[in-house]
């Protein structure tokens, strides 16, 4: 029974969060008449004695106490005596370890957001510096159009953004104090909840008791909005893969993000990009995992609930890493310009821009231009030649009414100057769209 029961090895996570919510609520005991005044104080200073204790690794917990709040209750009871052993009065662990869950998660989510603005920081950085960088755009991997790798890195910006607009909007629903909810009814006592809330920053207390004791939706937004940073981590770090391999050879990234091999001794192998991939496994798995745990509970609380802890630990903790280690590789990556323009322009790159002209200066549908197009790609294939190095007369040969100003728009920086729409790869608003968010994130 110990063995499946036990939680200590890893609720131990909670002990600063319990001691926190332990403390609002002897002082609510003690200011509402409940407990008296004496014991409030007596319960306040032996659990800040508990949590100097625990900082400095000298209390000792115990596997048969069960999990964190019977160890800190116990360890209260030997140091102060009979007083610790009112602190219990109108609270379960039900509404405590939900307190302390959220105000765990409440926290998590904080220092997500301050590593997600970092790593946005750091991709704005790079990005202002590749405003007019070209390389190739690909769609389904293959040479699509020419973008900036500016362009490129503020796309994951804006994902960054919304990723951090979900943890925003997950926080501000979490928010919300279940202590005072007790085992699931509420209490007799004369409890003040607003009085505990406000003092564990909370905007109010939670309104349905049973509501506070069962509800896992807080972890469950909290799983789901890193499952979708990591997805995009994942996809950055997918590209780095790419982009780093030597047919692609875009960018290098010094030893400090990269791993030897043990024995080809050229390599350098991506490996923090490859993990960072890789964690989104566990991350995703922790959401499926506790979804599940919760599907078939009946009201209020039930013991499997237990099981919503070590998901988001281990969740915060393989996201943690990874933002760490993209923002790393991010600031650290050397980005070979000269490569990428040469990349940009091969594989017909400009076609649309040439279909863009037909249409633009012959006033041809784009239908019939962008046939016409083909058929001269067709001829450069042959020729094994790119579109700004055929002759006008080849060109001619198969539209007679293109003229030399055509070369003006074959050309890779012609083209994403040209991309001037909302939203575009030119590098003017590629430049704009950083400064911009270097001066928010500021
Ligand atoms: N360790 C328990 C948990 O994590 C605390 C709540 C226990 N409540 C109970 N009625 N046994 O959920």
Redesign the pocket.
């Known amino acids: 029974m110990q063995a499946i029961n036990v ?1 200590i090895g890893f ?1 131990a996570k909670l002990w600063a969060q319990d001691i926190l919510a332990s403390k609002a609520h002897a002082a609510m005991l003690g200011a509402q008449g409940i407990i008296a005044t004496a014991d409030a104080a007596a319960i306040e200073a032996g659990l800040t004695a508990i949590g100097d204790e625990i900082a400095a690794g000298t209390f000792s917990f115990s596997d048969a106490l ?2 964190i ?1 019977t160890n800190i209750e116990a360890g209260l009871t030997a140091r102060i005596g009979d007083a610790a052993r009112r602190l219990h009065t109108a609270r ?3 509404d ?2 939900a307190t302390d869950f959220r105000l765990y998660v409440r926290g998590a989510i904080d220092d997500v957001l301050a590593q997600i603005h970092d790593l946005m920081r750091a991709l704005a950085g790079r990005a202002a510096e590749h405003a007019a960088s070209v390389m190739p755009g690909f769609t389904h991997l293959q040479t699509a159009q020419p973008v900036t790798f500016g362009h490129h890195l503020l796309a994951y910006v804006e994902m960054l953004a919304r990723d951090a607009g979900r943890l925003r909007d997950a926080r501000a629903r979490l928010n919300e104090c279940p202590l005072g909810a007790a ?1 699931l009814a509420g209490t007799s006592f004369p409890i003040d909840r607003y009085m505990t809330a406000q003092a564990l920053a909370f905007d109010r207390p939670t309104a349905n008791s049973l509501d506070s004791v069962s509800d896992r939706d807080f972890a469950l937004e909290y799983l789901a909005a890193l499952s979708i940073l990591a997805m995009h981590l994942s996809r950055l770090s997918e590209e780095i893969v790419i982009w780093c391999s030597a047919p692609y050879r875009l960018i290098s990234l010094s030893d400090a993000f990269t791993t030897g091999s043990s024995i080809m001794p050229q390599k350098r192998n991506p490996d923090a990009a490859e993990l960072t991939r890789a964690k989104t496994g566990r991350i995703f798995g922790g959401l499926i995992g506790l979804l599940t745990v919760m599907k078939g509970l009946p009201m209020a ?1 039930a ?1 499997d ?2 099981e919503d ?1 070590e998901p988001v630990f281990d969740a915060t903790d393989a996201i943690t890493l990874c933002l760490a280690a993209t923002s790393g590789m991010v600031r650290d990556m050397t980005v070979d310009t000269a490569r990428m323009a040469a990349l940009a322009g091969a594989g017909f790159s400009t076609a649309t821009d040439l279909a863009d002209w037909l249409v633009r200066v012959l006033g041809l549908p784009f239908r019939d231009a962008h046939h016409i197009t083909g058929r001269i790609v067709a001829m450069a294939e042959q020729k094994q030649m790119d579109l700004p190095d055929l002759k006008l007369q080849d060109m001619q040969f198969i539209e007679p009414r293109i003229t030399q100003d055509v070369f003006a728009v074959l050309s890779v920086a012609a083209s994403v100057a040209s991309r001037t729409s909302h939203g575009g790869t030119a590098p003017a608003l590629v430049a704009a769209q950083a400064a911009k968010w270097l001066e928010a994130l500021a």
């Open positions: 939680s609720d069960e999990d709040h379960s662990r039900n405590q370890v085992a609380y013991k609930m237990q802890k």
